[in-house]
C-alpha cells in the first residue's frame, strides 16, 4: 500500500495560545466523551472546534491508557482515502491515484 503520510501521531501537539472562556462547552464534550468512543465535532470553519477538540483530549488522557490520538484527515478528500493500516496500528491517507 502506498500512502502520503501517517495521521494517527500518538501525541498532540502542544497548543499555540491558552483555552479562554469555552469551559461550559469542555465540560459537555468531555461528559459525551465518556458516553461514546467516537465523538464529533461539528460547525462552521475557523468557530475552534479543533482547538476545543485538544483541549478535551489533554484533560481526558488520563481516562484513556491506551493513549489519545489526533487524527487529522485534512488530507483526505474522498472517504475511501482513509484506511486502517493493521501491520503498524495506524491510520493512513492513500496516495491519489496517478
Given at each position: 500500500m502506498t500512502s502520503t503520510s501517517v495521521v494517527a501521531t500518538?501525541?498532540?501537539p502542544a497548543p499555540f495560545t491558552s483555552f479562554v472562556a469555552r469551559?461550559?462547552?469542555k465540560g459537555e464534550v468531555?461528559?459525551?466523551l465518556g458516553t461514546t468512543r467516537l465523538l464529533?465535532?461539528?460547525g462552521t470553519g475557523?468557530?475552534?472546534k479543533t482547538r476545543?477538540?485538544?483541549e478535551v483530549a489533554a484533560a481526558s488522557a488520563k481516562a484513556?491508557?491506551?493513549g489519545v490520538w489526533l487524527v487529522d484527515l485534512t488530507?483526505?478528500?474522498e472517504p475511501s482515502a482513509v484506511v486502517w493500516w493493521p501491520p503498524r496500528w495506524e491510520w493512513r491517507i492513500k496516495a491519489p491515484s496517478p
Open positions: 500518538g501525541t498532540l469551559q461550559r462547552e468531555r461528559r459525551l464529533t465535532l461539528t475557523g468557530v475552534g476545543l477538540a485538544l484513556f491508557p491506551g488530507p483526505a478528500r
